[in-house]
T-cell receptor
Framework: EAGVAQSPRYKIIEKRQSVAFWCNPI?????LYWYQQILGQGPKLLIQ????????DSQLPKDRFSAERLKGVDSTLKIQPAKLEDSAVYLC?????????????FGEGSRLTVL | RKEVEQDPGPFNVPEGATVAFNCTYS??????FFWYRQDCRKEPKLLMS???SGNEDGRFTAQLNRASQYISLLIRDSKLSDSATYLC???????????FGPGTRLSVLP
């Protein structure tokens, strides 16, 4: 079974530029999460989708971050304009709607450096 | 107060040692509890779920105390390959919302 796919793996940009990350979850997984992980910290939820609807975006800095999940499958996360403090790994995770194990399946992440 | 707190670490232990990680959570509505493992520059992966009765998986034992809102992970006979960051995770809303702790880094030394 294919895992969660993310791209790009690495991105370096100047502050005030924009960047977009893409995620393709495991086939059939209804719930998709975007987490931000700053070096030395645990992952912090940015936004959670169930199918193509937003479940929780309370911690998404909406003045600069946006995300969408068209057709309830893959998703994009955009940052515009980027700030230095946005340097982090952006992790996408998915899970099936059934909560039998409580396991989140993560992609390898997209590492962003803002200069 | 942060929603999930863990020992700050890092823990540096010799091979064969027993090491314990502690975690506390503030949301009494939390329903499910997990330990995830994250290797350096890799994504987090589920290590084990934590049940009220306590559970064991080989050298790993997890305990939950709902009254104290406390979770623990014990690793016996540490191996070099156990070196990683251990993340305490609590879930609520019937397992749809996951909150991660900051993690505790473990280095097992030869």
């Amino acid at each position: 079974e294919a895992g969660v796919a993310q791209s790009p793996r690495y991105k370096i940009i100047e502050k005030r530029q924009s960047v977009a990350f893409w995620c393709n979850p495991i086939s059939g997984h209804a719930t998709l999460y975007w987490y931000q992980q700053i070096l030395g910290q645990g992952p912090k939820l940015l936004i959670q989708f169930q199918n193509n609807g937003v479940v929780d975006d309370s911690q998404l800095p909406k003045d600069r971050f946006s995300a969408e999940r068209l057709k309830g499958v893959d998703s994009t996360l955009k940052i515009q304009p980027a700030k230095l403090e946005d340097s982090a790994v952006y992790l996408c995770a998915s899970s099936p709607i059934e909560r039998s194990t409580g396991e989140l399946f993560f992609g390898e992440g997209s590492r962003l450096t803002v200069l | 107060r942060k929603e999930v707190e863990q020992d700050p670490g890092p823990f540096n232990v010799p091979e064969g040692a027993t090491v314990a990680f502690n975690c506390t959570y503030s949301n009494s509505a939390s329903q499910s509890f997990f330990w995830y493992r994250q290797d350096c520059r890799k994504e987090p992966k589920l290590l084990m779920s934590v049940y009220s009765s306590g559970n064991e998986d080989g050298r790993f034992t997890a305990q939950l105390n709902r009254a104290s809102q406390y979770i623990s992970l014990l690793i016996r006979d540490s191996k070099l390959s156990d070196s990683a960051t251990y993340l305490c995770v609590v879930a609520y809303n019937y397992g749809q919302n996951f909150v991660f702790g900051p993690g505790t880094r473990l280095s097992v030394l030869p």
